[in-house]
């Protein structure tokens, strides 16, 4: 393993590897800049013995961290509320970048014919609690009747898998509600839906939001994390509301769109990739 050098500069964004480096960097054996990516709110995502792990491993590692950076602004004010030898100076709120003209190029893959026929809900994510797809399933039970040729393909795998597939059937809707299991390029089925939707309870930041935002301009979301109140161009409503989300689908549903146009195109281009390492390395090297 090569070793790193004076100079450069070392980018982690997991919160084990990021403590592991800062620990490593405060007994000397590493001389490059450190940034650490914050990849959620760890400190009130998780409690019990796992906090406390993570309590243990930030303090051993986070004070030699050149500079932290959190996705939003409540990322940051949880961050220094739970580690307050953190130098707040260090933190630098910088927004998720995502890459537009790679997801368009995923999503030139086909779908099934099957697929491409059918009119469909697209979300996407682990099956656990926090994506809330129980609240996105009841939703989609309450627009049902409205929408009668649509489904409801969500994508990905979990430990809720069967619980959610059982709520599906509850409702009689085991035929409507498709679970597609693991998916490598999701971007084909966000550019053929109808509507996205992210029905999450608690985010650092869902990047899966951006994705969809890159290729369908009907996108609903919860308020599952700081910065999405301020996003335009799709709905937003609070998490755990069935109601709330149901209606927000249903307005969306009803919109119309323009073909091979795309509102939330310019907004994101603030979001590329350059913009966000740019940005990083100009405040890293402001500090010194």
Same mark, same amino acid.
């Given at each position: 393993?090569?070793?790193?050098?004076?100079?450069?500069?070392?980018?982690?964004?997991?919160?084990?590897?990021?403590?592991?480096?800062?620990?490593?960097?405060?007994? =000397?054996?590493?001389?490059?800049?450190?940034?650490?990516? $914050?990849?959620?709110?760890?400190?009130?995502?998780?409690?019990?013995?796992?906090?406390?792990?993570?309590?243990?491993?930030?303090?051993?590692?986070?004070?030699a961290v050149d500079l932290v950076v959190c996705q939003t602004e409540l990322m940051k004010a949880d961050l220094?509320?739970?580690?307050?030898?953190?130098?707040?100076?260090?933190?630098?709120?910088?927004?998720? %970048?995502?890459?537009?003209?790679?997801?368009?190029?995923?999503?030139?893959? %086909?779908?099934?014919?099957?697929?491409?026929?059918?009119?469909?809900?697209?979300?996407?994510?682990?099956?656990?609690? $926090?994506? =809330?797809?129980?609240?996105?399933?009841?939703?989609?039970?309450?627009?049902?009747?409205?929408? %009668?040729?649509?489904?409801?393909?969500?994508? =990905?795998e979990g430990k809720q898998k069967s619980a959610l597939q059982q709520l599906a059937m509850s409702y009689k809707?085991?035929?409507?509600?498709?679970?597609?299991?693991?998916?490598?390029? %999701?971007?084909?089925?966000?550019?053929?839906?109808?509507?996205?939707?992210?029905?999450?309870?608690?985010?650092?930041?869902?990047?899966?939001?951006?994705?969809?935002?890159?290729?369908?301009q009907s996108v609903v979301s919860t308020l599952c994390a700081g910065g999405i109140n301020a996003i335009p161009?799709? $709905?937003?409503?609070?998490?755990?509301?069935?109601?709330?989300?149901?209606?927000?689908?249903?307005?969306?549903?009803?919109?119309?769109?323009?073909?091979?146009?795309?509102?939330?195109?310019?907004?994101?281009?603030?979001?590329?990739?350059?913009?966000?390492?740019?940005?990083?390395?100009?405040?890293?090297?402001?500090?010194?």
């Amino acid at each position: 393993m090569r070793q790193f050098k004076r100079g450069e500069i070392i980018m982690s964004s997991h919160p084990y590897l990021n403590a592991f480096l800062g620990f490593f960097k405060k007994l =000397g054996f590493i001389k490059s800049k450190l940034i650490a990516r $914050e990849c959620t709110s760890v400190f009130t995502r998780y409690t019990g013995l796992k906090k406390l792990v993570y309590q243990l491993i930030y303090r051993l590692g986070y004070p030699a961290v050149d500079l932290v950076v959190c996705q939003t602004e409540l990322m940051k004010a949880d961050l220094l509320q739970h580690n307050q030898f953190i130098a707040e100076n260090k933190i630098w709120v910088q927004a998720n %970048p995502v890459d537009i003209k790679e997801l368009r190029l995923q999503a030139i893959r %086909p779908l099934t014919k099957e697929e491409k026929q059918t009119s469909f809900i697209c979300a996407a994510g682990r099956l656990i609690a $926090e994506k =809330g797809f129980d609240v996105l399933i009841k939703a989609f039970e309450m627009i049902h009747s409205q929408n %009668p040729g649509l489904r409801l393909f969500i994508l =990905g795998e979990g430990k809720q898998k069967s619980a959610l597939q059982q709520l599906a059937m509850s409702y009689k809707l085991a035929e409507h509600i498709v679970f597609k299991g693991h998916v490598a390029f %999701p971007a084909p089925y966000f550019k053929q839906a109808r509507l996205c939707v992210v029905s999450s309870i608690k985010e650092g930041f869902p990047n899966v939001l951006l994705e969809m935002m890159a290729l369908n301009q009907s996108v609903v979301s919860t308020l599952c994390a700081g910065g999405i109140n301020a996003i335009p161009y799709i $709905e937003k409503v609070e998490i755990n509301n069935v109601a709330a989300l149901a209606t927000a689908m249903q307005n969306m549903l009803n919109k119309s769109v323009m073909p091979n146009y795309n509102p939330c195109t310019a907004y994101l281009r603030q979001r590329s990739p350059q913009v966000f390492t740019h940005t990083i390395l100009n405040k890293l090297a402001a500090q010194n």
